[in-house]
């Protein structure tokens, strides 16, 4: 299902199937490579946006699921081969998120990356965009250079809101120096800003600065068009998480037991300064189905 048909479910369908073709947005991985591509191991970057707070999931790792892996399920289609992993933390800052996550997510040999981050930045911080983009500029220049696609995001259009309102003009400036770096390293935009569906308040979640299951439903989607992959997502209509084998559900629970449960608890007993979990959501590829394996 391309974009139009997305948000226009009368509008004809456009999309390319799994695969993106020469000259079309999921057609050229990096300089000089060319033919269609067909992803098989991605690995997502970034804070609570990326993590996937505000879309609640017992089943999935830290008992949430969110646009990323969203995206992985239908990535993953047909592809037994397919891995997926997750080193969002929600609350950090952006020299944290590179800090942290860049080697780690070259390491893991992506090719699918996507990078969200400065949000937390811009909204407690009021940090300069431009100081932000000479960061982002450098880290994604290393990710480009892997040969993986890389997908960055806008923030998004929170209009004239009593808080949000205020830094508008520095996420506006902020979201042209991220095309202007996506230019510059042959990457992709998801585009928040112009995503208007988002100023509908079913699309976020109750504190107001994160998305609501709707909410990363429809950027799931948007994210898929931006690669030109056909989808099966529809309009206002999310679909439920897969459901896997009895195997596979334990080694969910023991992931999210790991990786999230035991962490809390510990932060009960000797709480963080800033209270804010440091555990990424899904720290090796795997499959889908089942979060965490011994996937290499």
Same mark, same amino acid.
């Given at each position: 299902?391309?974009?139009?048909? %997305? %948000? $226009?479910?009368?509008?004809?369908?456009?999309?390319?199937?799994?695969?993106?073709?020469?000259?079309?947005?999921?057609?050229?991985?990096?300089?000089?490579?060319?033919?269609?591509?067909?992803?098989?191991?991605?690995?997502? #970057?970034? $804070?609570?946006?990326?993590?996937?707070? /505000?879309?609640?999931?017992?089943?999935?790792?830290?008992?949430?699921?969110?646009?990323?892996?969203?995206?992985?399920?239908? @990535?993953?289609?047909?592809?037994?081969? %397919?891995?997926?992993?997750?080193?969002?933390?929600?609350?950090?800052?952006?020299?944290?998120?590179?800090?942290?996550?860049?080697?780690?997510?070259?390491?893991?040999?992506?090719?699918?990356?996507?990078?969200?981050? /400065?949000?937390?930045?811009?909204?407690?911080?009021?940090?300069?965009?431009?100081?932000?983009?000479?960061?982002?500029?450098?880290?994604?220049?290393?990710?480009?250079?892997? /040969?993986?696609?890389?997908?960055? %995001?806008?923030?998004?259009?929170?209009?004239?809101?009593?808080?949000?309102?205020?830094?508008?003009?520095?996420?506006?400036?902020?979201?042209?120096?991220?095309?202007?770096?996506?230019?510059?390293?042959? /990457?992709?935009?998801?585009?928040?800003?112009?995503?208007?569906?988002?100023?509908?308040?079913?699309?976020?979640?109750? $504190?107001?600065?994160?998305?609501?299951?709707?909410?990363?439903?429809?950027?799931?989607?948007?994210?898929?068009?931006?690669?030109?992959?056909?989808?099966?997502?529809?309009?206002?209509?999310?679909?439920?998480?897969?459901?896997?084998?009895?195997?596979?559900?334990?080694?969910? $629970? #023991?992931?999210?037991?790991?990786?999230?449960?035991?962490?809390?608890?510990?932060?009960?007993?000797?709480?963080?300064?800033?209270?804010?979990?440091?555990?990424?959501?899904?720290?090796?590829?795997?499959?889908? #189905?089942?979060? @965490?394996?011994?996937?290499?």
């Amino acid at each position: 299902m391309n974009a139009a048909s %997305f %948000f $226009d479910p009368g509008a004809g369908r456009t999309g390319a199937g799994r695969t993106g073709a020469p000259g079309t947005a999921a057609g050229t991985r990096s300089a000089g490579t060319s033919g269609p591509i067909q992803w098989s191991r991605y690995v997502a #970057l970034g $804070d609570s946006f990326t993590a996937g707070i /505000g879309d609640p999931e017992p089943r999935s790792p830290g008992g949430v699921r969110g646009w990323a892996d969203r995206i992985a399920e239908e @990535l993953s289609e047909g592809q037994p081969d %397919f891995a997926y992993a997750n080193l969002a933390v929600s609350g950090l800052v952006m020299r944290q998120i590179l800090d942290q996550q860049l080697g780690p997510a070259i390491e893991l040999k992506p090719d699918l990356v996507t990078l969200s981050a /400065g949000g937390n930045d811009l909204v407690f911080h009021r940090s300069d965009p431009d100081r932000l983009a000479v960061i982002l500029d450098t880290a994604v220049g290393m990710l480009s250079a892997t /040969g993986a696609t890389v997908v960055l %995001f806008t923030g998004p259009d929170w209009g004239d809101t009593p808080v949000f309102g205020r830094i508008r003009g520095k996420v506006a400036v902020f979201n042209e120096n991220i095309r202007t770096i996506a230019a510059r390293h042959n /990457g992709l935009i998801a585009d928040l800003w112009t995503l208007r569906q988002l100023t509908d308040p079913q699309m976020w979640a109750p $504190d107001r600065l994160h998305f609501s299951p709707m909410g990363h439903h429809t950027i799931a989607a948007m994210v898929l068009e931006t690669l030109n992959v056909d989808h099966t997502l529809l309009p206002l209509q999310p679909k439920p998480p897969l459901s896997g084998s009895w195997r596979e559900s334990k080694a969910g $629970d #023991l992931a999210w037991f790991t990786n999230y449960l035991v962490p809390w608890m510990v932060s009960r007993v000797r709480p963080r300064e800033d209270g804010v979990p440091r555990t990424a959501k899904r720290p090796q590829p795997g499959p889908v #189905l089942g979060t @965490l394996s011994s996937a290499p």
